[in-house]
């Protein structure tokens, strides 16, 4: 892989087809992947529906994985792109990890972490916005249909 002109945009189109995964298989279309040193060692979507599991949320699953990688539990130097902003038990999950990043696309309004104050890990960075159009535009398709 040559050089990332804007990481962030790039890594986050990767949890994006991650998120149209999870539509494919019918799940919330959430993807998530995380990064260490410029390299992808996780990916994930939701499992919810498939493992009949309400906490195989994307982030679970990709931090999970993150960890399996790297035979710890803590990831400082890993940033988490998803699709969706975290909710409180995604966020939780992140602390405990001691994720050094989060990016997210889209905002949460109702059940998104930015409504609770201090569940990231005091060293977690936050950016947002990070391709919240594509990430929009899928959960309302997902959601269209099912309503």
Not at 33 to 62: C, F
Not at 108 to 136: N, W, Y
Request: aromatic content about 8%; glycine content about 6%.
């Amino acid at each position: 892989m040559g050089i990332i002109s804007d990481p962030d945009a790039f890594f986050m189109e990767e949890a994006l087809k991650m998120a149209e995964k999870a539509l494919q298989e019918d799940e919330v279309p959430v993807g998530a992947v995380i990064v260490a040193g410029q390299q992808i060692i996780a990916k994930a979507h939701n499992l919810v529906e498939r493992l009949s599991d309400p906490t195989a949320h994307a982030e679970m699953q990709a931090i999970t994985s993150a960890c399996n990688h790297f035979n710890a539990k803590y990831l400082p130097e890993c940033t988490l792109y998803v699709t969706l902003e975290p909710c409180p038990m995604c966020a939780a999950a992140s602390y405990w990890a001691q994720i050094g990043r989060i990016v997210y696309a889209a905002t949460d309004p109702k059940m998104g972490f930015s409504r609770h104050q201090h569940i990231l890990h005091p060293k977690t960075t936050i950016s947002q916005g990070v391709g919240a159009e594509k990430s929009q535009i899928l959960l309302k398709n997902f959601f269209v249909g099912k309503r």
